[in-house]
């Protein structure tokens, strides 16, 4: 109940696909049961083609997205290149371990490619930083129980990017739809060597 | 609990909020005013723990104030204003004993001609909104405010819209909140009204 990562609740998802990566939220945030807003993105950018979905408690996913904002315009300026997810990974979590006894209660999740070889990269964490590199897909949020059912049933490896979006977006709604902390409406980036495309979904708004 | 509500129009922001000041099963008081005005343009409405609430919004409006003067009478804008009562709400969670206060701040941007509402509570949420309130009166208002609510609404029909709410309020609430103060964020500034 006073759980801090599932008081606003939200979900997120990455998936890969044939040289491109896909990353997607819910739009929700809710105070319990009582939905606040249904326009709380939950997917950030934070380098040319370097993204990140954060879950958890919306205080924490302010303040780590305006850390992560500050990091990187700080690594821009000394590389003078943006930043490499695999990189970025490695910040998120260096910068989760440095609160290990008290910890911000989210749960984010990275995608991108990287701009060198164009190779999909998708990783997760919990909440002090432990990275879980996948190959396939990660899961985050208050209904991650349900996208790891629906990403099981639904994934299929090397799709291409107009059948990834179908099926992150397929997977995505109808998880949230199982989920009472989830859902509102939902935002699907598709990112490929060449371009970053962005849709907002329209979903039930129960 | 007490009550805050807030609501954009076209032209401006409209805040509500209760005028008793309630201690366990006592009213102590029924013109209890829970605003202070941070600036020409920018109002905070507070409700939470007391003590707590007028502690931390007079602290808000003392540096929102030093900041008009240090940078020559340039005011911050609605979005800078909740962005530091943010910051100040989502460091303070983590202390020894945190704020226990729900915000909603009206304002109204001068530059871009926008009214603006932005709810934020006690653990460092923060969230622009249409229309938003804190506590109890969010569960009765909110379904009022989706069926009704418009964004092109005036004024008039805004404040239309505010007494259907504390009209339910009334019907609805165990407690008598002796009546609201309804103030009015817009290019104009800020000003109360007269509310029933």
Known sequence: ?206 | MDIIIGLTVKEGTIIATSKAATRGISILKDNDDKTRQLNSHNLIAYTGESGDTVQFAEYIQANIQLSTMRENEIELSPKAVASFVRNQLATSIRSRKPYQVNALIGGYDTKTQKPSLSWVDYLGTYVELPYGAHGYSAFYCTSLFDKHYRKDMTIDEGLKLLQMCVDELNRRMPIDFKGVYVKIVDAEGIRQIDFN
């Open chain 1, 1 to 206: 109940m006073s759980d801090p990562s599932s008081i606003n609740g939200g979900a997120a998802v990455a998936m890969v696909g044939k040289d491109c990566v896909a990353i997607a939220s819910d739009l929700r945030l809710g105070n319990q049961s009582l939905g606040v807003s249904n326009n709380f993105e939950k997917v950030f950018q934070f380098g040319d083609k370097t993204f990140l979905g954060l879950t958890g408690l919306a205080s924490d996913v302010t303040t780590l997205s305006q850390v992560f904002r500050l990091k990187t315009n700080l690594y821009k300026l000394r590389e003078e290149r943006s930043i490499e997810p695999q990189t970025f990974a490695n910040l998120v979590s260096s910068t989760l371990y440095e609160k290990r006894f008290g910890p911000y209660f989210i749960g984010p999740i990275v995608a991108g490619l990287d701009s060198k070889t164009d190779k999909p990269f998708i990783c997760g964490f919990d909440l002090i930083g432990c990275i879980d590199f996948a190959k396939d897909f990660i899961v985050s949020g208050t209904a991650s129980d349900q996208l790891y059912g629906m990403c099981e049933s639904l994934y299929e490896p090397n799709l291409e990017p107009e059948d990834l979006f179908e099926t992150i977006s397929q997977a995505l709604l109808n998880a949230v739809d199982r989920d009472a902390l989830s859902g509102w409406g939902c935002v699907v980036y598709v990112i490929t060597k060449d371009r970053v495309v962005k849709r907002v979904l329209r979903t039930r708004q129960d």
